[in-house]
């Protein structure tokens, strides 16, 4: 998978509070962490990606986040129904609302919503290409 940045961003959307849900439902955490940065020294955080995932209901939320040199994106967005995998969906959603498409190697859009984890890795670490990171790792919390 390759991660191509748009222009179609809004820096002023209001997904990331419609879809974080601190009160409740927290199940799981996606971070890129750019073994490069130092994050004490600046007092940044120290991934550059990270996706959260809530669930308080039947409904699957994440919000995105992203810290690149020279982007900074944010996003939300959520997947219900049954009988697919909702977390790869919302993740998906959450991309789209940062101005980022995901696309196959030959340039074809690649829809990962549904697919399941490893598809959600993927497109994480794309976009950790596509900001430019060159020394980083993938860590989860409560996979």
Do not use: Q
């Not at 748009?6 to 002023?12: F, L, V």
């Not at 040199?69 to 991309?95: F, N, P, Q, W």
């Amino acid at each position: 998978m390759k991660a191509i940045i748009t222009n179609s961003y809004d820096p002023n959307s209001d997904t990331i509070r419609k879809n974080r849900k601190e009160n409740g439902g927290f199940f799981r955490s996606m971070s890129i962490i750019d073994r490069d940065k130092e994050p004490w020294k600046d007092k940044t955080m120290p991934s550059s990606i990270e996706a959260r995932f809530y669930c308080p209901g039947h409904v699957v939320y994440c919000c995105l986040w992203i810290h690149g040199k020279d982007e900074h994106r944010h996003g939300g967005a959520r997947a219900g129904g049954y009988g697919y995998h909702k977390s790869s969906a919302a993740l998906e959603g959450a991309i789209r609302e940062c101005g980022i498409d995901i696309t196959h190697d030959d340039g074809r859009p690649a829809h990962f919503g549904g697919a399941g984890d490893e598809a959600m890795r993927e497109a994480l670490c794309a976009i950790a290409d596509a900001i430019g990171l060159t020394n980083y790792f993938l860590f989860e919390s409560h996979p």
